[in-house]
């Protein structure tokens, strides 16, 4: 005898694959059928995502330079000269031509926080404020102590955070 069966006469093993070794054997999973649980778990996924997005608000605090105006403040490109835009504290400003965004600013808020100047111990570095924007800088009735601010602060705004002495700072700032 010649060929697979007669060697396996001589040796005793069988050529038939043994079922006990594939059993063992972990089966392949199908393309198609992985797909079938991503799509399952897609939506789930989503949700997840979405949730834990809610949870972390990220803001991201610009930096630039923030002078100061005095009065008068009337009229403002805001609102005129209705005297209501003004919140009590003195504690607003007028946008420059970066934040002003076709007069989208009027009625923003934003925190403030002076982080350098020129000299040191200008600012008030445990101060952080809230201001509402009630004009455009460079449109304003009172000029701005220092051209190309970002922020031109009123003077009570700018004294809170900074010696008042000084045409500008240095801020961070965000929008809330």
Not at 23 to 36: I, W
Not at 87 to 101: I, K, M, P, Q, V
């Amino acid at each position: 005898m010649s060929g697979k069966g007669a060697k396996c006469l001589i040796t005793g093993k069988s050529s038939a694959p043994n079922k006990d070794k594939d059993k063992d054997k972990k089966k392949p999973v199908s393309r198609s059928s992985r797909a079938g649980l991503q799509e399952i778990y897609k939506p789930q996924l989503s949700l997840i995502v979405l949730l834990f997005a809610g949870l972390f608000h990220l803001s991201v605090a610009e930096i630039g330079m923030v002078a100061q105006y005095k009065p008068p403040y009337l009229p403002t490109a805001c609102s005129g000269n209705d005297p209501s835009a003004f919140r009590s504290s003195n504690l607003f400003a007028a946008a420059g031509e970066a934040e002003w965004d076709n007069g989208d600013a009027c009625g923003r808020r934003y925190l403030v926080r002076c982080i350098s100047a020129p000299t040191p111990g200008t600012c008030k570095s445990d101060q952080t404020i809230q201001i509402t924007i009630v004009d455009r800088a460079q449109t304003s009735v009172s000029r701005s102590s220092r051209d190309g601010a970002v922020l031109v602060l009123s003077t009570a705004a700018f004294g809170v955070i900074a010696n008042p002495s000084a045409p500008w700072v240095i801020v961070e700032f965000t929008q809330f």
